[in-house]
C-alpha cells in the first residue's frame, strides 16, 4: 500500500469516527449511506466517466466495457447527492434559525432603545413643565408681594393724608 493511499485510508477512519462521535450526540445526523458521504467528503464526488480507485485516466469504457457507458454505481451518486442536499437544508435551517434569533435580539435591543428614548423625552417635558409651573409660581408670589406692598403704601398714603386733614 502506498503512502498515499495509507493517508486516504487515515483520512477516511478519521472522518467515520467523527461521524459516529457525531451522531451520538446529535439525533438529527443520518447514518445511511455514512461509507458514501465520507468517500465524498475525502476524495470529492465522484465523476461522470471515470472510475475511482483506479487511478488517473481510467474511464467506465476502459474498466468495464463499452456496454457500460450509462453506468451508474448501485444508486451511491444519487443517495449521496440527496444526503449532501439533505445536509445543506439542515445546515439553511440552522442558519435561518441563528439569522432569527439574531433579528429578534436586535429587534427587542431596539424596542428598548426606543422606550428609553421615550422615557427620556418624557422626563425632559416633565422636567421643562416643572419649571415653568415654578416660573409661575414665582411670579405670583412676585405679584403677590407687590400686591401687598402697593396696599401697604396705599395705607400709608392714606394715613398722610388723614394727618395732613386734621392739621
Given at each position: 500500500m502506498t503512502s498515499e493511499a495509507r493517508e486516504i485510508m487515515e483520512k477516511l477512519k478519521e472522518k467515520k469516527a467523527e461521524?459516529?462521535?457525531?451522531?451520538?450526540?446529535?439525533?438529527?445526523?443520518?447514518?445511511?449511506?455514512?461509507?458514501?458521504?465520507?468517500?465524498?467528503?475525502?476524495?470529492?464526488?465522484?465523476?461522470?466517466?471515470?472510475?475511482?480507485?483506479?487511478?488517473?485516466?481510467?474511464?467506465?469504457?476502459?474498466?468495464?466495457?463499452s456496454g457500460s457507458q450509462q453506468y451508474m454505481p448501485s444508486g451511491s451518486q444519487p443517495q449521496a447527492e440527496v444526503q449532501r442536499l439533505r445536509d445543506q437544508i439542515a445546515q439553511m435551517q440552522a442558519n435561518m434559525v441563528e439569522q432569527n434569533t439574531e433579528v429578534q435580539r436586535k429587534y427587542e435591543e431596539l424596542q428598548q432603545q426606543l422606550r428609553a428614548e421615550a422615557a427620556e423625552r418624557e422626563a425632559t417635558a416633565a422636567v421643562r413643565e416643572a419649571a415653568a409651573v415654578a416660573r409661575e409660581a414665582k411670579a405670583a408670589a412676585m405679584a403677590a408681594e407687590q400686591s401687598r406692598k402697593y396696599d401697604e403704601l396705599q395705607l400709608q398714603l392714606q394715613q398722610i393724608m388723614q394727618m395732613f386733614k386734621q392739621s
Amino acid at each position: 500500500m502506498t503512502s498515499e493511499a495509507r493517508e486516504i485510508m487515515e483520512k477516511l477512519k478519521e472522518k467515520k469516527a467523527e461521524y459516529e462521535t457525531i451522531a451520538s450526540t446529535d439525533s438529527s445526523v443520518n447514518l445511511e449511506n455514512i461509507d458514501n458521504r465520507i468517500i465524498n467528503e475525502v476524495l470529492g464526488p465522484e465523476r461522470y466517466g471515470r472510475v475511482r480507485f483506479q487511478g488517473f485516466g481510467v474511464t467506465l469504457t476502459q474498466y468495464f466495457g463499452s456496454g457500460s457507458q450509462q453506468y451508474m454505481p448501485s444508486g451511491s451518486q444519487p443517495q449521496a447527492e440527496v444526503q449532501r442536499l439533505r445536509d445543506q437544508i439542515a445546515q439553511m435551517q440552522a442558519n435561518m434559525v441563528e439569522q432569527n434569533t439574531e433579528v429578534q435580539r436586535k429587534y427587542e435591543e431596539l424596542q428598548q432603545q426606543l422606550r428609553a428614548e421615550a422615557a427620556e423625552r418624557e422626563a425632559t417635558a416633565a422636567v421643562r413643565e416643572a419649571a415653568a409651573v415654578a416660573r409661575e409660581a414665582k411670579a405670583a408670589a412676585m405679584a403677590a408681594e407687590q400686591s401687598r406692598k402697593y396696599d401697604e403704601l396705599q395705607l400709608q398714603l392714606q394715613q398722610i393724608m388723614q394727618m395732613f386733614k386734621q392739621s
